[in-house]
């Protein structure tokens, strides 16, 4: 079961570029590399997902390096609307989103005006 | 409007008393699961259901009694709870083709518990 580490807090401030960098040293083969962003009382939201590389959609990009041990969300122009809980997850999608899809504790991002 | 909808948004409840949650996921989707999340704790899975069948038991208590009666609908019963089981209980839903995911988790707005 891959174990990721990210950071529990950062702070940001309006329309700067915000990082978020997560460790997986131990990702398997099959894994792919799962972000979520869960606003207070509400369910998580699926933000992106890639398996190496680079991934962009509307929301963000992702970055993965090529021996995949880590990974970084990138969400540019940052606005109050994003302080959120940002969930970094390894997991063997499409295979299971069961017991070996783990969330985290995540990295509460807070943008301040 | 995520798609999955869950009723009640809030419980207050006693450890006598016996409730019900419920999640529709209107996706067209056959995977279903409960999740729990505790003030300042991760989400934990608690059951997954896959074509209406329960593939998934997390050790959960008996007090937590899950019921999906199709691919749409998810039940949680509960019964004699104790304080520690407040916590926000999410439901979610993904389409699985066999075996495999074909799509991301999608959650519903949660539950809120209460168990006084």
């Known amino acids: 079961l891959a174990k990721t580490t990210q950071p529990i807090s950062m702070d940001s401030y309006e329309g700067q570029e915000v990082n978020i960098t997560c460790s997986h040293n131990n990702i398997a083969t099959n894994d792919y590399i799962t972000w979520y962003q869960q606003f207070p009382s509400q369910g998580p939201r699926f933000i992106i997902q890639?398996?190496?590389t680079k991934v962009t959609n509307e929301v963000a990009s992702l970055f993965i390096p090529a021996d995949r041990k880590s990974s970084t969300l990138s969400l540019p122009r940052v606005s109050l609307s994003d302080t959120a809980v940002y969930y970094c997850?390894?997991?063997?999608?499409?295979?299971?989103?069961?017991?070996?899809?783990?969330f985290g504790p995540g990295t509460r991002l807070s943008v301040l005006p | 409007e995520t798609g999955v909808t869950q009723t009640p948004r809030h419980l207050v409840m006693g450890m006598t008393n016996k409730k019900s949650l419920k999640c529709e996921q209107h996706?067209?989707?056959?995977?279903m699961y409960w999740y729990k999340q505790s003030a300042k704790k991760p989400l934990e899975l608690m059951f997954v259901?896959?074509?209406?069948?329960?593939?998934e038991n997390n050790s959960v208590p008996s007090r937590f009694s899950p019921e999906c009666p199709n691919s749409s609908h998810l039940f949680l019963h509960l019964h004699t709870l104790q304080p520690e089981d407040s916590a926000l209980y999410l439901c979610?839903?993904?389409?699985?083709?066999?075996?495999?995911?074909?799509?991301?988790?999608?959650f519903g707005e949660g539950s809120r518990l209460t168990v006084l």
């Open positions: 996706l067209g989707h056959n995977a």
């Open positions: 890639g398996y190496k």
């Open positions: 979610a839903s993904s389409q699985k083709d066999g075996t495999e995911n074909t799509g991301e988790l999608f």
């Open positions: 997850l390894v997991g063997d999608i499409p295979g299971n989103y069961g017991q070996n899809f783990v």
């Open positions: 259901y896959n074509f209406k069948e329960q593939t």
